[in-house]
């Protein structure tokens, strides 16, 4: 696609249920990252992938956070045992430049833990 | 202290006027300068980088870089009310992980028709 796509748009789930959020990059573009948004807040980075190196997962919160990236294209973002806290906008972005390249956002999973 | 700070507004300013934003980062050895617009509900869109000292222009925009004060701004001309939106600026270190892309907490823009 010309963009980076992100699925589900929204998710609804039920404290203590895991779930996973997908995110597509643009094609070639071989950074890619995870942020968080609650209503309001800034952008909070989660992890980040660069090509075969080993992904920095700094930014997770908790090790209720985990992510995957395979075959540098598509990547998975899981969250275990939901709690409410986690609810928030997830953006993925992607970038063709690794270094001082610029990111180009997908629309976001909105997710709403109950 | 705070990575990326911005003032989070609301800056209101008069259509056809010149909104100034404003944005200071802690980590001097910063390369890559970047400011993103952000409507309500939608996912940020890059409006322009920016990793050289000085002015650099696109349209309306001019954003502005001074790494010696760690201070890059953003300029939007001719404001109008389509511009109202939440501006967030963001930094690449280059310390650690080189790459990773910091942001500030962004300024709620409106233009008042």
């Known amino acids: 696609g010309a963009g ?6 929204n998710k609804v789930t039920e404290k203590g249920k895991d779930v996973e959020l997908r995110c597509d990059p643009i094609s070639g573009h071989t950074a890619l990252y995870w942020y968080r ?10 992890i980040y992938f660069q090509g075969n ?9 908790s090790d209720r956070f985990s992510a995957e990236r395979t075959g540098g294209s598509v990547s998975t ?10 609810s928030a906008v997830y953006l993925c972005a992607s970038s063709q430049i690794t ?3 610029a990111k180009y956002f997908g629309a976001g999973t909105r997710l709403s833990v109950l | 202290q705070k990575e990326v700070e911005q003032n989070s507004g609301p800056l209101s300013v008069p259509e056809g006027a010149i ?11 910063s390369q890559s300068f970047f400011w993103y617009r952000q409507y309500s509900g939608k996912s940020p869109e890059l409006i322009m980088s ?5 002015d650099k222009e696109d349209g309306r925009f001019t954003a502005q870089l001074n790494k010696a004060s760690q201070y890059v701004s953003l300029l939007i001309r001719d404001s109008q009310p389509s511009d109202s939106a939440t501006y967030l600026c963001a ?23």
Not at chain 2, 94 to 113: E, H, M, R, S
């Open chain 1, 4 to 9: 980076v796509s992100q699925s589900p748009s």
């Open chain 1, 37 to 46: 948004q609650s209503l309001g807040q800034g952008l909070e980075f989660l």
């Open chain 1, 53 to 61: 190196s080993a992904p920095d997962k700094s930014g997770l919160p």
């Open chain 1, 77 to 86: 973002l899981t969250i275990q045992r939901t709690q409410q806290e986690d």
């Open chain 1, 99 to 101: 270094s001082g390249g």
């Open chain 2, 19 to 29: 909104a100034s934003l404003n944005c200071t980062y802690s980590d001097r050895g």
């Open chain 2, 50 to 54: 920016i990793y050289s000292n000085g």
């Open chain 2, 91 to 113: 930094v690449i270190g280059y310390g650690g992980a080189t790459n990773k892309l910091i942001f500030g907490t962004g300024t709620l823009l409106a233009v008042q028709p």
